[in-house]
C-alpha cells in the first residue's frame, strides 16, 4: 500500500519559497552552521538529540521557513526547547519589534544553560521550567503530562513547534499539548511537529530505524519494550486526529526518511494551524 493513500490531504501543501528568499535562506543555515561564536554547550549535556548541535539546529530552521512558513517577525513557542538547539539558529532569524520566543522543558539543566546563556545577548528569547512528569527525562515532575497547562495567556504565539517531543509521549498527552497549543495560537498560527507515523508496509521494511515492534495501547509501535516512550510511533491518522480533536486544521503531512524513504528530514512533519486568519 503507498503510503501516502492514508494521509488526510496531499503532501506539500505549503507553496514553494521564491529563488530569492531560496537563496537567502540556504546562506543563513550555512552561516549558522559555520558560526563558531554561536553558543553550543558542551556536548556532553546535550541530553536529547545526536549529530551535531548547530547543523541539526540550522537544517530544522529551514524546515520550519519552508514548510512551517515561519516569518521573522512572529512569536515562537517551542515546546520541549530541551538545551537550546532550535533557539540559537532560531536567534539569527528572528527579528523586528514584534519577534519574540519562549521555550519550555522539563529538564532544569537544559532551561539553565539557556537562560543563563541565550537570554543575556538575545533578551527576546525566553526559557522556562515546566515540571511535567516524564519516565526518562523528568521522572520525578509534579504535573501529569495529560494535565499539562502552559504558562501562557491566550493568542499569544504566531508559531509552536514540537520537534521529537511527540516521539516520547502517548497519544493522551500529545492530545493534551494540541489542546493548550490551540488556546496560546493565534488565529492562523501554526503548529510545526514532528512525529512518527507509521504506514502498512514501514514496521516490516529493513531499511527503517527504529525498528518499530507493536505497542501495547491500540495504533502505537515501540522501538524497544524496555524503554516505550524512548521512540514511540502511532499508526498513520492517529496523531492527526488528536491535533483535529483539539480545534486545529492539518495543513500538511511530510513523511521522513526513518522509514528508509527519500526524504528532506528524518521524521515525518505535521504542520496544522488554528483556525482563522493572522490580524
Known amino acids: 500500500m503507498n503510503v501516502q493513500v492514508?494521509?488526510?490531504?496531499?503532501?506539500r501543501a505549503t507553496p514553494p519559497l521564491s529563488a530569492g528568499e531560496e537563496v537567502r535562506?540556504?546562506?543563513l543555515m550555512q552561516?549558522?552552521?559555520?558560526n563558531r561564536f554561536l553558543p553550543a554547550p558542551p556536548p556532553e549535556s546535550v541530553f536529547v538529540g545526536d549529530g551535531d548541535y548547530r547543523a541539526i539546529g540550522a537544517e530544522f530552521l529551514g524546515h520550519f521557513v519552508r514548510l512551517g512558513e515561519l516569518k521573522p517577525t512572529e512569536r515562537v513557542l517551542d515546546i520541549g526547547c530541551g538545551i537550546g538547539r532550535m533557539a540559537v539558529p532560531l536567534t539569527q532569524y528572528l527579528e523586528g519589534e514584534g519577534a519574540a520566543y519562549e521555550g519550555v522543558d522539563p529538564v532544569a539543566e537544559g532551561i539553565a544553560w539557556c537562560t543563563r546563556t541565550i537570554t543575556p545577548v538575545y533578551p527576546n528569547f525566553r526559557f522556562c521550567r515546566v515540571d511535567v512528569a516524564h519516565p526518562l527525562?523528568?521522572?520525578q515532575g509534579q504535573l501529569?503530562?495529560?494535565e499539562v497547562v502552559l504558562p501562557f495567556p491566550d493568542a499569544g504565539f504566531?508559531?509552536?513547534m514540537m520537534v521529537s517531543v511527540a516521539t516520547h509521549l502517548p497519544l493522551a498527552e500529545i492530545g493534551a499539548y494540541a489542546r493548550e497549543v490551540a488556546r496560546v495560537l493565534a488565529p492562523g498560527g501554526r503548529l510545526f511537529l514532528t512525529a512518527f507515523l507509521v504506514a502498512p508496509g514501514d514496521p516490516a521494511r529493513e531499511t527503517a530505524r527504529p525498528r518499530f515492534l507493536p505497542g501495547e495501547a491500540p495504533g502505537t509501535w515501540?522501538?524497544?519494550p524496555q524503554a516505550p516512550l524512548a521512540a514511540i510511533g502511532f499508526d498513520i491518522?492517529?496523531?492527526?486526529?488528536?491535533?483535529?480533536a483539539a480545534g486545529l486544521v492539518i495543513r500538511q503531512v511530510e513523511l521522513g526518511h526513518w522509514r528508509g524513504t527519500d526524504s528532506a528530514h528524518y521524521q515525518d512533519v505535521i504542520v496544522a494551524a488554528k483556525p482563522g486568519s493572522a490580524p
Not at 237 to 244: I, M
Open 158 to 160: 504566531d508559531f509552536a
Open 25 to 27: 535562506l540556504a546562506w
Open 237 to 244: 491518522g492517529l496523531v492527526e486526529d488528536a491535533l483535529e
Open 31 to 34: 552561516a549558522i552552521g559555520r
Open 137 to 139: 527525562y523528568n521522572p
Open 6 to 11: 492514508a494521509l488526510k490531504i496531499p503532501a
Open 144 to 146: 501529569a503530562g495529560e
Open 222 to 224: 515501540i522501538g524497544d
